[in-house]
């Protein structure tokens, strides 16, 4: 099936300071990726549409500015997390949509991200 | 108003037992749906996908209800290893997919 890889799978930076955290796809192109961030006990929620070669399209609420995302590849997206704060601590998933089965996405392991 | 909803749970049940759970959607114009499993502190894997027609994988029956806008998910003859969160998914024009909060099933010996 699908595999996507996401790096690093946990990190843990001091306030102020940004953090990429990286998606790809092995084993297929993804013109599309999302990501999405996990508190405890919550869903995921969309945090933003990535295009490959575009914009991106983030989700209400999500500061553009802080979460920068680019897509500059068919297999790899980065997220990154800029003056992150303790209350940026959560687990951020991407997953990627194969464009032989547009329904369906895939999803990375996730990167635990605490900022202290 | 939520896109999607779940019973959060959790549904404690005895092995061998049938356990169901329902899922509500708000947009009538979604297009695809989904049943996800999760693991704690894991990312979510796909389990089956559903359709209007209705869809079974061994002890796995998925089926949607556009009139009424819900998803229902049957396990029947449930296992330990069935013990996970299980996410409804719903996406629109390909491109935005809405999780639900996940039901909690935990399947006891």
């Known amino acids: 099936g699908a595999v996507v890889s996401q790096h690093p799978s946990r990190v843990i930076c001091k306030s102020g300071t940004s953090v990429k955290i990286e998606c790809r796809s092995l084993?297929?192109?993804?013109?599309?990726m999302f990501w999405y961030r996990q508190f405890p006990k919550q869903s995921l929620m969309l945090m933003a549409t990535?295009?490959?070669?575009?914009?991106?399209?983030?989700e209400q609420g999500v500061e553009k500015d802080k979460f920068l995302i680019n897509h500059a590849s068919l297999t790899l997206s980065t997220l990154t997390v800029t003056s992150a704060h303790p209350e940026d601590s959560s687990f951020y998933i991407c997953?990627?949509?194969?464009?032989?089965?547009?329904?369906?996405?895939?999803f990375g392991p996730g990167t635990r991200l605490t900022v202290t | 108003r939520k896109e999607v909803e779940q019973d959060p749970g959790p549904f404690n049940v005895p092995e061998g037992a049938t356990v169901a759970f329902n899922c509500t959607y708000s947009?009538?114009?979604?297009?695809?749906f989904f049943w996800y499993r999760q693991d704690c502190r894991k990312e979510p894997k796909l389990l089956m996908s559903?359709?209007?027609s209705g869809n079974e994988d061994g002890r796995f029956t998925a089926q949607l209800n556009r009139a009424s806008q819900y998803i229902s998910l049957l396990i029947r003859d449930s296992k330990l290893s069935d013990s996970a969160t299980y996410l409804c998914?719903?996406?629109?024009?390909?491109?935005?997919?809405?999780f639900g909060s996940g039901t909690k099933l935990n399947v006891k010996p």
């Open positions: 559903v359709y209007s």
């Open positions: 998914v719903v996406g629109y024009n390909f491109n935005k997919f809405y």
């Open positions: 084993d297929f192109q993804a013109t599309t």
């Open positions: 997953s990627a949509r194969d464009e032989g089965a547009v329904y369906e996405q895939y």
């Open positions: 990535s295009n490959e070669g575009s914009k991106a399209t983030y």
């Open positions: 947009n009538s114009a979604s297009q695809s």
